[in-house]
């Protein structure tokens, strides 16, 4: 009798041991910033439903032509504030 209820009550640990094991992997979250990637329009154009200017249109073609104000800008596309001509005046 000893022996049998030794080996059931192995079994149930091993059973319990193999039950521990099986955790459900963590959710990834979505952050803000990944999800907002496309870059509003700063144009008086037409736009798309997404607010990127809408190249179909003669006036958002020469809006993307023109010089911008500075040419030295970050990876970000604001103003690179190592240069003369993006700092502001004290």
Known sequence: MKKIFLIASL???FVGFTFAQTTKPAEKT???AATT???????????????????RYKSNKDAAKAQPATT???KDGTADKRYKENKTAK
């Open 11 to 13: 079994l149930l640990s």
């Open 30 to 32: 979505k952050t803000a």
């Open 37 to 55: 990637t496309a870059k509003p329009a700063t144009t008086a154009g037409p736009t798309k439903k997404d607010g990127t200017a809408d190249m």
């Open 72 to 74: 030295h800008t970050k």
